[in-house]
T-cell receptor, first 114, second 112 residues
């Protein structure tokens, strides 16, 4: 069965520092992977996605993520965090075919200190 | 309007009330989803509609009743809810098969 683990529930970084949010998935074949961001009281906004091809994907707001099949990971990174990046981040994994069901991780809440 | 819209954005209801949540997508998608997001719990998929046919119902209590009259609209009818049903209800849409899900802003529901 598919599953997604985000090991860090809360992360705090200083503004301008680099960021890495971890995501590990369990899936029997090549998955497709997403990172979403959610500001308080809002819906989920797509940051980036991986379907195939280049394992380093670029997203919006300066985020990138790298798919590592050997580690079953899809970690999200940003070289320099801005105060507006404070939000909750969700990793999701989907299976090819069917009706596009996604499995979400529990989320990582990011706080940014000035 | 663009993307996925949801109304109302906030809803307070008593346990004996009947209300409906509405979702509309303007993206030309053919699959729509209802999720429940409670505090300190992962996002829970409730229902999936693909080409207006319900294809998944994740053991959701019958006090939640979805309706998908066409590929652009999705409703969630609520009746005799419980306080533990208070949550953010999110709607999403995508293309059937491999496709990115796009989310609406959600309806914050409080059941008193």
């Amino acid at each position: 069965a598919q599953s997604v683990t985000q090991p860090d529930i809360h992360i705090t970084v200083s503004e301008g520092a680099s960021l890495e949010l971890r995501c590990n998935y369990s899936y029997g074949a090549t998955p497709y992977l997403f990172w979403y961001v959610q500001s308080p009281g809002q819906g989920l906004q797509l940051l980036l996605k991986y379907f195939s091809g280049d394992t380093l994907v670029q997203g919006i707001k300066g985020f990138e993520a790298e798919f590592k099949r050997s580690q079953s990971s899809f970690n999200l990174r940003k070289p320099s965090v801005h105060w507006s990046d404070a939000a909750e981040y969700f990793c999701a994994v989907g299976a090819w075919g069917g009706y596009n069901k996604l499995i979400f991780g529990a989320g990582t809440r990011l706080a940014v200190h000035p | 309007e663009t993307g996925v819209t949801q109304t109302p954005r906030h809803l307070v209801m008593g346990m004996t009330n009947k209300k409906s949540l509405k979702c509309e997508q303007h993206l030309g998608h053919n699959a729509m989803y209802w999720y429940k997001q409670s505090a300190k719990k992962p996002l829970e998929l409730m229902f999936v509609y693909s080409l207006e046919e319900r294809v998944e119902n994740n053991s959701v209590p019958s006090r939640f009743s979805p309706e998908c009259p066409n590929s652009s609209h999705l409703f969630l009818h609520l009746h005799t809810l419980q306080p533990e049903d208070s949550a953010l209800y999110l709607c999403a849409s995508s293309q059937k098969g491999v496709g990115t899900q796009y989310f609406g802003p959600g309806t914050r529901l409080l059941v008193l």
